[in-house]
């Protein structure tokens, strides 16, 4: 895959080992079964594959993980090892000082195959006009979350009654996904009822209250 210097954006899916990358989707399968994976710790990934083999420094990985964010170099040690611990010790490389290499070998994997042009047309003429969607900064695709249906619903049912809602539990049973899942079906059933959007905050680095 062909990368600038400074392209940290991953588009096509790949393939490394018994995983696929399906950045669109923002899911990582493994033999073919969905992997749960934070949403850092996917960032992250796609960055480093975005440019395997080669080094990305810390300070580039901090801009593409904490977007617009200042957070210690340790978030970014925690967010590697839990990369390591999933894809195995020598998936991703450290450069003293410097900062990462991810060292599984790629393959590319072929997008579908465009229809052919009168289809296009044809299909896009009957298509109605999708209506306009309420400004948010979360991604247009969320991953697909299993066994959690019941929880997103009990904190959208709170949300109807209360103005703030904690989703409290132990670390990483999936309290963020579940709070993004919410997020999102909010952004489209109800975009009356938020006019301004949607926003996603990330509090989680922040050590100064």
Not at 2 to 25: I, K
Not at 33 to 51: K, N, Q, Y
Not at 84 to 93: A, H, I, M, P, Y
Request: hydrophobic share 45%; glycine share 8%.
């Amino acid at each position: 895959m062909s990368t600038s210097a400074h392209d940290l954006t991953l588009s096509a899916d790949c393939r490394f080992g018994r995983f696929e990358l399906q950045p669109v989707e923002r899911r990582l399968l493994a033999d073919g079964h969905p992997v749960a994976l934070g949403a850092r710790a996917f960032d992250l990934l796609l960055a480093l594959v975005a440019r395997a083999g080669q080094l990305v420094s810390k300070n580039e990985l901090l801009t593409q993980v904490w977007p617009g964010l200042v957070v210690e170099e340790n978030n970014l040690q925690v967010q590697v090892s839990a990369l390591r611990k999933l894809l195995g010790q020598s998936s991703v490389s450290t450069i003293p000082g410097r900062g990462y290499r991810f060292e599984l070998p790629l393959e590319r994997l072929a997008s579908a195959q465009a229809p052919p042009l009168a289809a296009t047309i044809v299909a896009t003429s009957a298509s109605p006009v999708a209506p306009a969607r309420a400004p948010t900064n979360l991604p247009p695709r969320q991953a697909t979350l299993y066994g959690r249906a019941t929880d997103v619903a009990a904190v959208k049912a709170l949300l109807a009654q209360h103005p703030v809602v904690t989703i409290a539990g132990a670390g990483g049973i999936g309290k963020t996904r579940v709070a993004q899942a919410v997020a999102a079906q909010l952004a489209e059933e109800r975009m009356a009822d938020f006019p301004d959007g949607v926003w996603w905050v990330e509090l989680a680095p922040i050590a100064d209250g």
